[in-house]
């Protein structure tokens, strides 16, 4: 089956540097995308990845590595702002996307 | 200001009625998706249109139906809700290809309550 697999939660202290982790496996690739979702509310798009490499975007960056199925999102500088979920999802052969659970990230003063 | 709407944002209903979630997007995207999230859970698609007179169920089982009979315009229809419908539905557009890693915007969500 496929399968996306991320930290349910992670915290941070505002200011520092997080990576968020993402392994997946599917049915063949079609890109990685990175959303962050603030709680009650739509998500939204950070990054697209399709080749292996780093993305960066701002304090935002994404990282990733096909031949392990494994991305990140590296939050720098952290606001208490970037308090939300951030998810990854994968594009499958079928152009499918396929969601993670989702990682809750908590920034602390 | 080109968006994705929802209505109504949120929805307590008793069990049996028939309900129907609306979403319109006024950016013109052909692909427009619905989306079923559940708190700590991944969305869950239930189902997608490719532009106007097509859909498609997704991997989720429902018992809910939609119609796209104008671009702007994808209503979902649940005929007999029950408690096991209780979630957050999201609708999505996205412009792009038929078969293409397109990005989606989402709309604020539509929160459903069934006693």
């Known amino acids: 089956g496929q399968n996306i697999d991320q930290p349910t939660e992670m915290t941070a202290t505002e200011g520092a540097i997080v990576q968020i982790n993402c392994t997946y496996q599917?049915?063949?690739?079609?890109?990685l995308f990175w959303y962050q979702q603030h709680a009650g509310e739509a998500p939204t798009f950070l990054s697209y990845?399709?080749l292996d490499g780093l993305e960066e975007k701002g304090r935002f960056s994404s990282f990733l590595s096909r031949s392990k199925g494994y991305s990140y999102l590296l939050l720098k500088e952290l606001q208490m702002k970037d308090s939300a979920s951030y998810l990854c999802?994968?594009?499958?052969?079928?152009?499918?996307?396929?969601w993670g659970a989702g990682t809750k990230l908590i920034i602390k003063p | 200001e080109a968006d994705i709407y929802q209505t109504p944002r949120y929805l307590v209903i008793g069990t049996g009625k028939k309900i129907t979630l609306e979403c319109s997007q006024t950016?013109?995207?052909?692909?427009m998706y619905w989306y079923q999230q559940d708190p700590g859970m991944e969305l869950h698609l239930i189902h997608y249109?490719?532009?106007?007179?097509?859909?498609e169920k997704g991997d989720l089982s429902s018992e809910s139906t939609v119609s796209r009979i104008r671009t702007e315009h994808f209503p979902l229809t649940l005929e007999s809700a029950r408690p096991s419908h209780t979630s957050q539905y999201l609708c999505?557009?996205?412009?792009?290809?038929?078969?293409?890693?397109?990005?989606?915007?989402f709309g604020a969500g539509s929160r459903l309550t069934v006693l």
């Open positions: 599917t049915s063949g690739f079609n890109g």
């Open positions: 999505a557009s996205s412009e792009g290809d038929r078969d293409g890693a397109n990005v989606l915007t």
């Open positions: 249109s490719y532009g106007v007179n097509s859909t």
């Open positions: 999802a994968v594009m499958d052969s079928n152009y499918q996307l396929i």
């Open positions: 950016m013109g995207h052909d692909k």
């Open positions: 990845n399709v």
